[in-house]
């Protein structure tokens, strides 16, 4: 072995000393291994003969070097060492590798393979699903949660496939998207890369819902329906979240209660809604609606508990509430609106009631307060501005939280009590603002408490040194502060004390003037402060309307308005002792302090009121409101009534509110004041059929003080949002009756007429204001029994609880909107005019309540109860024309004639375009109107409104329906359909109040109506419907005029007022088209002329008078120039003059005394049968309604026979007919009466003469009576004939055309007239008997006058029939008889000439001269004129005397008897018409009366009569007339004419006129008895009454015939005053008139004075002496051949006769040659100068007498100054003319000086003014006396008495009457035979004194000649 060293092998060192190359390791423990060759250290390599430690290098980068290396060995694949050094090879860390050998480094793993363990040499390519970059680590990731990988390899995580949208990638490495991932979850959205994690993070958005696998991309396509909400990450499964009540959900509604989606306020959806229009309205509950708060406007709500709309979702759908009727509560308003435009409006009314809340300061002392500012509302800035202190010794009350009255001081002076109250003190204020006010305090005196030992805990008392303080119980806490006294009490001084305890916790603490204190009641005093603006009306005053006057009823509530007052409160105490911090110092500053709080304005006090308020206006009585709506720009959308409505409210109103108990139980009829429901628009307005989207025009009349408020509700929450649409979009107007009657005038404010106070609702202060006055409308319930009612008669009663207003719908007649009619629910009926409530307290109720004047209601004062009976209304508007264009159901009367839309009439011929008229508007300036006045004839045309307009109407009637009734449109002509009333009425004649407030004896309208005195008060509307004739096929039913007319024709009385004077409708354009419902209505309203109100009598009764004077005064001129022509024009030399006052004695006298004493049985009797059949008094101007007595009798009782039960409609027409069969009844007694009167009973002494010389006694008597009968019975048939036939001519004057053509019928009946009277006087045959038979035609025919067209055609009648009658007295009656006696003379002449010569042909006795004295036999008859003509005119005129007399009452009887007769209304002519014309008829009276005189004086100039001395004459014989009746006399004059005998003895005598007056009486009776039958249709022989009746008109008239009759005999009328003129007769005065007799002792004084002058012997020889030739000369025409031919037998006797008496030698047949000469007589010079002297005395005398006559008629007295009589008076001298001569002359020895015996008589003269009967026994007594005095008499062979020898007695007319008595007396004892007459006056002769010739002297013969003559001159008479 070789020792040396041997090379250490490789792989190990040997270090030294190696001793083998066994290789041991070197341990420590362990000495081999020091010598064994070591390896290699690790890290190195060791070649061979390696002897270091170190080796032999480190071993190389890219190797390693374990141990014992001795080569380094190349690091493996995936390995690597990097140093040197390396002991063994590092495997590459995981994320690197290394693919070769000796690396020194591992690479990175490449991006997109995984190196995931040591050592790697080959990359693993990253799998599927996964991914791995450079950055990430060793190994691959997988892909990221949400993301996948189809490919391996992925180099980073962006190589990762995002999960795609709507997958969810819950899981990493995900290659495959079908079954490695699921897709989105419903009710998400998932996006790209969506992993379990994020799936849930994005939910589906809110309004939407998601499906499974819902990507982002579709996550708003799925929109959430409507109807449900889909809130966020809602599913598909999950729409079933329907949409709450009270929300609506569109389409994509993101949660259950949207804001968006929310319904508007009060609405509410059903579940699931998706629009807005699903949103319902929601009623409220009754017992949820707010209560009105007074202290809190913005409560103001309001209620409909009715409504109903359409849904805005299904048309279909009608959704109603009916709180009233159903269990549904009532609809909110939820807004209000008040859409008024101020700027173009009226201004609104202003609140005048005074309010005052507080003063500022409230306390204070007299030392820091002297002015107290006031606040409160509506104060006034004027002149009475007061402000009231009073002082009370109350404490205060005040309000706690629940506004009660609390006062825990003196519990019983609560409340403002007045008893305790002490006015101190009135201050005028200053005003400020509407809001405050400032007012001086007023000195003030503390009050004196009086204790009167009150010494009780808890009150006033004053201590020693007289403070007050209040004496107050200890509480524990005083005690403990040691405040109290031994008696346990405190003493408050202080004027502040703390409250208690016990205040603070029960609320009464005053907590004034801070928390916790309240003032010391003893140490102030409280002072109540009042407002007023007026200085009468005071705030504090309690304000109460009670709802009626009637008392204990209490269904309504009283409206009040509650007082209001500030309170002051006086601090009186200054004391040291102040507690609480309150002394003198402090309070000043306390005070000023609580000022400075207390002025700071509060909305609550001093804010605007919007909703109480503003918008209200005020209309007074009949004002209107004309309300235009301007929703011209409104939507399409919103919809009226169901989106919003308009209300209008009213005050005063009251209407029932439901509400509910505190028990929330719901309370019906619960009444609100004021009402809170507006009022019912017109159904016009309501119709569907107008649109509403333009402007609408609304009216509202007043009819009674109102205010009215307009506002637009919306009650759709839906349309909220609209409210500005309806902001300034109404305007106000109101207007005001001021044209019929002006009480203001222009631009002034003085008020000309009445004013009144405004209604209390309105107004507080109660303001004055002017009267108002309209034309009113009465429309009655009789008229419906007519003419259906129509159907806009006013509502009454409860119907105005909302406002007594009536609203109309105002439509022009430019717009489109359609004619609405209003739904008939009910035709007004007889209910419609009855008490609507059970008794009549509940009615006054009603009616003071709702203020109502259309009732029936009357309280009676004397018997204090109350009646209903409801008969008319008076409407402001006009009936039956309704649904106008303009106006709606109610037309205004004042507002349509006073509307600025009245035009003038179209330019035609009758008004041009320069027609003066055209200068002037329609409505003149009030300052241009000019009125023609009744005497303003020059002005002739007023300036005054006219008014014309057409109104398109419609029919509200169902016109295919005909009415049992007639409707109005189917009035007939001449039907009233209503009445206006002529002149205004104001607003308590319209109402029937007394004043503005209730009263019991408020009356309503028909109160004014039934006080009206006349019926002409009242204008009928009377119906025209004349074109309806000439419609083809009639015009009786279902016939509609197209075109009605309305004229109204008045008269401006003055430039203030007007009256309304005729009214007329007439309907035109007649069709019978039932489906047309228009019609046209024409308006016009016209000013009358000077010529158009004379005729319509529109003036006062003044102007008439004028006029009908001056037509008195023409028909008398129109006479005198007659007269005038005809005397200058006369024939005769010597025409009579015209003896005015002898002629109008001689005929009006005993014309107007003997009318007036037939009238008055005959008014008695009419008086008597009215009263029998109606019960009430006769009026010409009656009263317009007159309750008339209601008689059981006759009233209750059936009208025929065969009637089954009585008929209440009956009774006005029975009364009526029984009327006229009362007339008929006297009539007739009237005719057969006066045919007993003409024709009498008795027979004469001459009829018996007549027929003694061939018939028995008898014979006579029979034959005499039948003749008479006959007569009588001749007279009566004739008349009834007449009446009959004047009856067809009245009947015959109601023709239409008979006025069209009065004039040729009045010439036509004139001429008739003549024809017919011969024929009456034929069948009469006597003048007498015809003459009131032709008047009463004369008569009828005036009054068919009354016919003519108009007043002027009647004057114009009259006119023509004054001068047809000239005519017919000049011409007619004078030449007609002689014309038909010449033609009956000739042919009579003719027969007998015939006749001779038939018989000269035959007989020889026959000769020429016979036929030719037949020829001139009627030629002598004829020749002279006779008294005929003159008694045939005469009486002519007097009949027209009569009927001018009788005419008044006739047209009386009109009057009285209209609706009986019914004539004026044939006529139409009115009630008052009627009055003037019996004006007319009494004033032309006189007028007539003269003008017949001059038209008498005419005739006497013409024709040469002689009528005043026949007048004067035929007077004269009935003055000495021989009996009382002056038919009773047996002497006719046998020289007159037959027929005329009796006319001619009734001497036209006041007899005569009352004959004439009651005959002339039964035919008009007749006549007009049988019109009132007529008229009533009334069957007198089927009335039960019929005999009853007849009896009563028989008794009565049997009572006043023979009460009349005693009273004539009792006051001795018509007594023989002149018995003396038939001493030579002796008639028994059996022979009276039946049933008349004394009528009258004497006539007037001028005709005592004419009859004392005729009969006095002095006058009958100066009348012979002066008119002997004259007699003489006029022989010959008063013994005319025809009265020789017929009297020539009694001429010749009665002359014998009284030549006789004087000589029988004497014959009447030759005197002229037998009567011995007389001659001169001579007188001796004494007896010339005895006559001479007694001429110069004579003469002497006379004209003293004409000096003094003045005197005595001056002297004399109007009434006896005996027995006070006023008739026959006449002067009688108390010193005889005789000796007062003697005295004068014996004073005076010059000759006779007027003037000294003027004065002479005043001095000496005295006289005594008697009466006829008084004179006679004033005579007599003085005669006695005489008698006495002298002591003489003589003694008649028989032993009476002679007379004294006075002397020559000149005898008065008394005297002498009493001489003949005692003659009368003397013959009757001589006479044997009383039956002496005046034909047997011979019989005389045969008595001792008559026998043997008288021996007389040549002075005897010359006066018995005389004597003869004045005998002859007599009987010729």
């Known amino acids: 072995m070789n020792g040396s060293p041997k090379p250490c092998p490789r792989g190990v060192i040997c270090l030294g000393g190696c001793a083998h190359n066994k290789t041991l390791d070197w341990l420590p423990s362990s000495q081999e291994g020091r010598m064994a060759p070591q390896l290699c250290p690790e890290g190195s390599f060791c070649t061979a003969q390696e002897g270091s430690l170190n080796g032999s290098g480190q071993c190389f980068p890219g190797h390693y070097c374990p141990k014992g290396t001795f080569d380094p060995i190349p690091v493996p694949s995936g390995t690597f060492s990097e140093k040197s050094g390396s002991i063994v090879p590092t495997l590459c860390f995981p994320g690197s590798y290394s693919s070769s050998r000796a690396s020194r480094k591992c690479r990175l793993c490449p991006a997109g393979y995984s190196c995931e363990g040591y050592g790697t040499y080959i990359p693993r390519l990253c799998n599927a699903g996964t991914y791995r970059s450079l950055s990430d680590s060793i ?57 379990r994690t994020s799936q849930f993070d994005h939910p589906c958005p809110a309004g939407f819902y998601c499906p499974a696998g819902h990507t982002p991309g579709k996550q708003y396509g799925n929109m959430c329906r409507g109807g449900v909400y889909c809130v966020r990450g809602t599913a598909t499964s999950h729409t079933s979240n329907l949409c709450p009540e009270g929300y609506y959900c569109s389409p994509g509604t993101p949660g259950p209660k949207p804001l968006t989606g929310r319904c508007p306020r009060q609405t509410k959806t059903m579940l699931g809604s998706s629009m807005l229009t699903e949103c319902m309205v929601v009623d409220t509950a009754v017992c949820d609606k707010v209560k009105v708060n007074p202290y809190d406007t913005s409560e103001d709500m309001s209620y409909y508990p009715q409504y109903s709309y359409t849904s805005l979702v299904d048309p279909e759908t009608q959704i109603v509430f009916d709180s009233l009727s159903s269990s549904t509560g009532e609809l909110t308003v939820l807004e209000k609106i008040i859409p008024t435009n101020h700027s173009g409006s009226t201004t609104p009314w202003k609140n005048n009631t005074v309010e005052v809340f507080r003063s500022c300061p409230s306390y204070g002392s007299i030392d820091n307060v002297d002015v107290l500012t006031l606040i409160g509302r509506n104060f006034r800035k004027s002149n009475v501005l007061t402000c009231r202190f009073t002082f009370t010794e109350c404490q205060e009350p005040y309000l706690d939280d629940t506004n009660s009255e609390v006062n825990d001081f003196m519990p019983e002076c609560q409340g403002l009590n007045h008893a305790n109250l002490t006015i101190h003190s009135l201050q005028p204020a200053q005003y400020i603002s509407d809001t405050r006010i400032s007012c001086r305090l007023p000195n003030f005196t503390p009050r004196n408490i009086d204790l009167n030992g009150n010494t009780d805990e808890n009150s006033c008392q004053v201590d020693n040194r007289g403070f007050f303080f209040w004496q107050k119980t200890c509480t524990l806490q005083d005690n403990l502060l040691g405040l109290c006294d031994s008696n346990m009490n405190i003493r408050l001084y202080s004027p502040v004390v703390p409250c208690s305890e016990e205040n603070i916790a029960s609320g009464s603490c005053q907590n004034n003037p801070s928390t916790g204190l309240q003032f010391n009641p003893c140490s102030t005093q409280q002072v109540i402060v009042e407002v007023s603006n007026n200085g009468i009306m005071f705030s504090g005053e309690q304000f109460i309307v009670p709802h009626t006057v ?58 605007v009121r919007k909703k109480r308020e503003l918008g209200w206006f005020h209309l007074t009585f009949m004002e209107q409101g004309h309300l235009s709506l301007d929703f011209r720009h409104l939507p399409d959308t919103l919809k009226y009534n169901e989106h919003y409505k308009v209300a209008i409210y009213v005050r005063p109103s009251r209407c029932s509110d439901s509400t509910c108990n505190n028990n929330r139980v719901k309370e019906l009829g619960k009444e609100a004041l004021p009402c809170r429901q507006p009022l019912v628009l017109p159904q016009w307005f309501l119709d569907d059929a107008v649109n509403k989207n333009q402007i609408l025009n609304l009216t509202l009349l007043a009819l009674d003080d109102t205010l009215f408020k307009v506002e637009v509700h919306l009650i759709h929450g839906l349309f909220l949002a609209s409210s500005d649409f309806f902001l300034s979009t109404l305007t106000v107007q109101v207007s005001s009756p001021a044209r019929s009657r002006v009480n203001r005038e222009p631009n002034s404010e003085e008020v000309r007429g009445e004013v009144r106070r405004i209604s209390p609702y309105v107004s507080w202060e109660e303001q004055v204001t002017d009267m108002e006055y309209i034309f009113a409308i009465k429309y009655s319930a009789e008229y419906a029994t007519v003419i259906s009612s129509p159907l806009n008669l006013p509502p009454r009663f409860s119907a105005y609880q909302r406002g007594r207003v009536l609203l109309s719908m105002n439509v022009t007649e430019d717009n489109n909107s359609p004619i609405v009619r209003d739904k008939i629910s009910e035709i007004p009926s007889h209910k419609y005019w009855e008490n609507p409530e059970p008794s009549f307290g509940l009615a006054k109720e009603s009616i003071d309540t709702f203020q109502e004047t259309f009732h029936g209601l009357a309280y009676d004062a004397n018997e204090k109860k109350f009646s209903y009976k409801l008969e008319h209304i008076l409407l402001p508007y006009l009936p039956f024309f309704s649904k106008c264009r303009g106006f709606d159901s109610y037309i205004t009367m004042w507002s349509l004639l006073e509307s600025q839309d009245c035009k003038l009439p179209d330019m035609n011929e009758s008004y041009p375009s320069d027609w003066w008229r055209r200068k002037f508007p329609p409505l003149p300036h009030q300052d241009d109107i000019s009125y023609v006045g009744p005497y303003d004839i020059n002005r002739f045309y007023p300036v005054s409104d006219w008014c014309e307009r057409v109104l398109s109407c419609a029919f509200e009637e169902e016109l295919e329906k005909p009415d049992i009734i007639p409707r109005w449109f189917e009035a007939t002509g001449g039907d009233k359909l209503f009445s206006v009333l002529r002149d205004p009425i104001n607003y308590y004649e319209y109402t029937g109040k007394s004043r503005t407030r209730a009263s019991l004896s408020d009356g309503g309208g028909q109160k004014f109506v039934k006080s009206l005195k006349s019926t002409e008060s009242l204008i009928p509307a009377i119906v025209k419907r004349d074109e309806a004739k000439y419609v083809k096929g009639g015009c009786n039913s279902l016939c509609f005029p197209r075109e009605i007319s309305i004229t109204i024709l008045y008269y401006q009385r003055d430039s203030h007022s007007k009256r309304l004077i005729d009214i007329s409708i007439e309907y035109k354009s007649f069709d019978k088209d039932t489906f047309r419902n228009d019609y046209e209505l024409e308006i016009k309203f016209v000013p009358l002329n000077y010529e158009e109100l004379i005729v319509k009598f529109a003036y006062d009764w003044e102007i008439y008078l004028f006029i009908f004077i001056l037509i008195g005064f023409f028909s008398i001129f129109i006479a005198i120039i007659y007269y005038g022509i005809v005397r200058i024009t006369t024939k005769l030399y010597d025409p009579p003059s015209l003896k005015m006052l002898g002629m109008l004695n001689l005929i009006a006298s005993p014309a107007f005394s003997g009318f007036i004493m037939g009238m008055v049985p005959i008014c008695l009797s009419t008086y008597a049968l009215n009263f029998f059949l109606k019960g009430y008094s006769i009026s010409i101007l009656s009263t317009a309604y007159v309750s008339s007595f209601e008689w059981a009798l006759f009233d209750r009782s059936m009208s025929h026979y065969m009637d089954t039960k009585f008929d209440p409609a009956l009774v006005e027409t029975n009364q009526q007919g029984r009327m006229g069969l009362g007339f008929v009844a006297i009539g007739l007694l009237c005719i057969v009466e006066s045919a007993f009167i003409y024709v009498p009973r008795q027979i004469s002494r001459r009829e018996k003469e007549l027929t003694k010389s061939y018939k028995s006694n008898n014979v006579v008597d029979g034959s005499t009576k039948l003749k008479k009968s006959w007569k009588r019975s001749n007279v009566i048939v004739v008349s009834f004939c007449m009446g009959l036939f004047l009856v067809s001519l009245l009947e015959w004057s109601y023709w239409k055309g008979f006025g069209t053509y009065i004039w040729e019928i009045i010439f036509a009946m004139k001429i008739f007239g003549i024809f017919l009277g011969n024929i009456v006087d034929s069948q009469l045959k006597e003048a007498l008997l015809s003459g009131p038979i032709m008047t009463s035609m004369g008569l009828i025919e005036g009054l068919m006058t009354l016919a003519a067209k108009d007043f002027i055609d009647f004057l114009l009648s009259y006119i023509v029939g004054f001068g047809f009658m000239i005519l017919e007295r000049m011409y007619i009656n004078p030449c007609l008889s002689s014309v038909i006696d010449e033609v009956g003379s000739k042919l009579s002449k003719i027969r007998r000439v015939i006749t001779v010569s038939i018989f000269s042909m035959f007989s020889t006795n026959y000769e020429t001269q016979d036929v030719n004295n037949v020829l001139t036999e009627n030629d002598d008859l004829n020749n002279g004129a006779a008294v005929e003509p003159i008694l045939e005119n005469y009486h002519s005129s007097c009949c027209d005397t009569l009927s001018l007399l009788y005419t008044p009452y006739i047209i009386f009887l009109l009057a009285v008897f209209r609706d009986e007769t019914g004539m004026a209304k044939l006529y139409g002519i009115k009630e008052q018409d009627l009055l003037y014309y019996f004006l007319f008829a009494f004033v032309i009276i006189p007028f007539q009366i003269i003008a017949d005189m001059f038209i008498h004086g005419s005739l006497s100039c013409m024709y040469g009569w002689k009528l005043y001395d026949y007048i004067f004459y035929a007077n004269y014989r009935f003055l000495q007339r021989e009996t009382k009746w002056k038919g009773f006399e047996d002497s006719h004059d046998e020289c007159i004419d037959e027929s005329l005998r009796s006319v001619d003895q009734m001497c036209f005598s006041n007899q005569f006129y009352l004959v004439m007056t009651i005959h002339v009486n039964g035919i008009v009776y007749l006549v007009l008895g049988i019109e009132m039958m007529i008229r009533s249709q009334y069957n007198m022989f089927g009335d039960p009454v019929m005999p009853i009746m007849c009896l009563y008109v028989f008794l009565i008239t049997g009572i006043i015939k023979s009460t009349i009759i005693w009273l004539s005999r009792f006051l001795n009328i018509w007594e023989i005053k002149h018995k003396n003129t038939a001493w030579h007769l002796i008639v028994p005065e059996q022979n009276e008139i039946p049933g008349w007799s004394d009528i009258k002792k004497s006539i007037n004084h001028d005709a005592f004075t004419m009859n004392k002058r005729m009969t006095e012997e002095s006058f009958k020889h100066r009348f012979l002496n002066y008119n002997r030739s004259w007699l003489i000369n006029q022989l010959p025409d008063l013994l005319t051949p025809q009265i020789m031919r017929r009297n020539r037998p009694d001429l010749i006797d009665q002359f014998a006769k009284a030549l006789n008496t004087l000589n029988p030698a004497i014959s009447s047949d030759s005197e002229a040659e037998k009567a011995p000469k007389f001659g001169a007589p001579s007188l001796n010079g004494k007896s010339r100068n005895l006559l001479r002297w007694w001429a110069q005395q004579g003469r002497r005398r006379v004209k003293m007498k004409e ?67 008084c004179l006679n026994d004033y005579r007599k007594n003085k005669n006695i006396e005489l008698e006495t005095l002298t002591g003489k008499s003589q003694k008649y062979k028989d032993g009476g008495n002679i007379a004294h020898a006075w002397g020559a007695i000149d005898m008065s007319s008394a005297s002498m009457d009493i001489l003949m008595r005692w003659y009368t007396t003397a013959k009757q004892v001589i006479s044997e035979d009383e039956s002496i007459s005046e034909d047997n006056e011979d019989d005389l002769l045969n008595y001792w004194w008559a026998q043997g010739p008288l021996n007389i002297n040549k002075e005897a013969k010359t006066i018995a000649t005389m004597w003869l003559r004045t005998a002859r001159a007599r009987i010729q008479k």
């Not at 409206?559 to 209001?564: A, L, Q, R, T, W």
């Not at 003319?1777 to 004068?1784: A, I, M, R, V």
Request: a neutral charge.
């Open 1747 to 1813: 000096v003094v006559q003045p005197l005595i008629l001056k002297a004399r007295n109007p009434h006896c100054e005996c027995c006070l009589s006023r008739a026959s008076l006449q002067v009688d001298l108390v010193h005889s003319f005789e000796n007062l001569d003697q005295k004068f002359s014996v004073e005076n020895h010059t000759s006779f000086n007027q003037v000294l015996w003027r004065k002479f008589w005043i001095k000496h003269q005295r006289y005594q003014t008697l009466c006829y009967k």
């Open 139 to 195: 190994s691959c990731k997988s892909c990221p949660v949400g993301t996948f990988s189809p490919y391996s390899g992925n180099s980073d995580s962006s190589e990762c496939l995002p999960c795609p949208s709507g997958r969810v990638c819950g899981q990493q490495t995900v290659t495959n998207l079908t079954t490695a991932t699921l897709p989105c979850s419903e009710g998400f959205v998932c996006g790209t890369a969506t992993d």
């Open 550 to 607: 009637y008392p204990n009823i209490h269904n309504h509530e009283d409206y009040k308005i509650p007082k209001s007052f500030a309170r002051f409160r006086y601090l009186i105490n200054k004391h040291e002792n102040s507690t609480f911090g309150w002394n003198e110092q402090s309070e000043k500053g306390i005070v000023e302090m609580d000022k400075s709080i207390c002025l700071q304005a509060r909305h609550s006090e001093e804010g």
